[in-house]
């Protein structure tokens, strides 16, 4: 895709992927990049292409997460992702680490 073949030429993110590469850019040291919105799934495909590696995309909302699985999919072509929705809680189970009766913890 043209628009991804510019993202890759750029300075900032030719940095990126080398810091990524290189392991200097790790969950301690990542900053934000400032990026707007409606470029941030592009940057994704970007590296997912160039790293090869699998890559976890993570959103505090179900629907948000939704629809970037949909808009996902048009950046990465032939690449599978995966959408992982919340899991299902039923309203007889209690949260884990919950206490039960006679003070055991309960693992439903």
Same mark, same amino acid.
């Given at each position: 895709?043209?628009?991804?073949?510019?993202?890759?030429?750029? /300075?900032?993110?030719? %940095?990126?992927? #080398?810091?990524?590469?290189?392991?200097?850019?790790?969950?301690?040291?990542?900053?934000?990049?400032?990026? *707007? $919105?409606?470029?941030?799934?592009?940057?994704? /495909?970007?590296?997912?292409?160039?790293? $090869? +590696? =699998?890559?976890?995309?993570?959103?505090?909302?179900? %629907?948000? /997460?939704?629809?970037?699985? %949909?808009?996902? +999919?048009?950046?990465?072509?032939?690449? *599978? /992702?995966?959408?992982? =929705?919340?899991?299902?809680?039923?309203?007889?189970?209690? *949260?884990?680490?919950?206490? #039960?009766?006679?003070?055991?913890? &309960? $693992? &439903?």
């Amino acid at each position: 895709m043209p628009l991804l073949d510019r993202i890759g030429k750029l /300075a900032a993110y030719q %940095d990126l992927l #080398a810091r990524l590469g290189s392991g200097a850019e790790t969950v301690t040291t990542a900053r934000g990049l400032g990026l *707007p $919105r409606a470029a941030r799934l592009p940057l994704v /495909a970007r590296l997912q292409d160039d790293l $090869r +590696q =699998p890559i976890l995309l993570i959103t505090n909302r179900a %629907d948000r /997460a939704l629809a970037l699985y %949909d808009e996902l +999919q048009f950046w990465l072509q032939d690449i *599978p /992702a995966y959408y992982f =929705p919340n899991p299902i809680r039923f309203s007889m189970s209690r *949260p884990v680490g919950a206490r #039960a009766r006679g003070g055991t913890a &309960c $693992r &439903c």
